[in-house]
């Protein structure tokens, strides 16, 4: 199933969230109004934008950014997701980013005023430092009621890293990141914590099998994904569970055993922790809906 969330940050500043977990492609469409800037990001997994009713497509793929301005044209939002991606989109208006950039604004080739009324596309890679920070805006594991300022401070947050093109950007905020082969090791770790999901190695055996001393997976997961490793192996679980019971085709014992759980009181205590629901009366309330 795909989701889709429209977060505004304020005025003429909005965060999208996009996140395929369908078996299939998953289209969103969302307007967006003349001159806004519009700023993506793939997460996970490829995707592509459509425009002109298809007639041209710009690939949004993994670990990359696209910012496009067009002030004399709408572009309204439609995205095609691959199963599994995962992708962030912002759009300010001109207006709020000048306000934000005034005094640097020649900084920013398309805010100088000789090019505010001309196109402007640019393609570039993720940072680790600004893959932290997206990957922090799908882990959001904070009280209910800052969400709204967790997610205007990282929305600036992107901002600035976006805009920061130093020779080494990530040395202040994350010293352990500097190392892109570090990054890769610390996907690794998740990808091996995924895929052994009902057996999970220790964090010991983890570390030894990335390659890097335990400390740093322990720091480094944390900044990526911001969640400790069994952490995040717990929602990944429960949400694998739960989309097999969304399936009909497992009942709650199969469930719990694909997940990992030997004995059903403890993946109904798991199921309760993470949902506030057993997974009988989830079921049930699935039957309900259909009828």
């Known amino acids: 199933m795909g989701s889709f969330e429209i977060i505004p940050i304020e005025q003429q500043l909005t965060l999208l969230r996009f996140q395929n977990e369908a078996d299939q492609v998953v289209s969103y469409e969302h307007p967006v109004p003349l001159g806004m800037i519009q700023f993506h ?19 949004l793929r993994e670990e990359a950014s696209l910012l496009l301005y ?11 997701l691959e199963p599994g991606a995962w992708a962030i989109s912002m759009l300010v208006s001109l207006k709020k980013l000048h306000n934000l950039f005034s005094a640097d604004s020649d ?6 005023a000789e090019n505010r009324d001309k196109k402007y596309y640019k393609e570039d890679r993720i940072s680790p430092s600004m893959a932290i ?35 080494d950007p ?10 892109e082969e570090n990054v890769l090791k610390i996907k690794r ?17 983890l570390a030894e099998q990335i390659g890097l001393p335990l400390k740093k997976l322990k720091m480094g997961f944390k900044q990526i994904y ?45 199921f309760k922790k993470k ?5 009988k009366k989830y079921i049930l309330s699935l039957n309900v809906a259909a009828n």
């Open 41 to 59: 990001f793939g997460i996970k997994g490829k995707g592509k934008f459509l425009f002109n009713q298809g007639s041209y497509t710009l690939e």
């Open 70 to 80: 067009n002030p004399q044209k709408e572009l309204p939002l439609h995205l095609e």
């Open 107 to 112: 900084y920013f080739p398309f805010l100088t």
């Open 133 to 167: 920070v997206l990957n922090q805006l799908f882990h959001y594991h904070l009280h209910q009621s800052i969400k709204a300022l967790y997610y205007k401070g990282k929305s600036y947050e992107l901002l600035s890293l976006f805009f920061n093109r130093n020779d």
């Open 170 to 179: 990530n040395a202040a905020q994350c010293p352990f990141l500097i190392d």
């Open 189 to 205: 770790a998740k990808q091996i914590m995924i895929e052994n999901m009902a057996e999970p190695p220790s964090l010991e055996s």
């Open 226 to 270: 911001g969640d400790t490793v069994y952490g995040f192996l717990f929602d990944y679980k429960m949400e694998y569970a739960r989309r097999l019971l969304d399936s009909g085709s497992y009942n709650v014992n199969e469930a719990g055993l694909k997940v990992g759980y030997s004995t059903g009181s403890h993946f109904i205590a798991a």
């Open 275 to 279: 949902f506030g629901t057993t997974p």
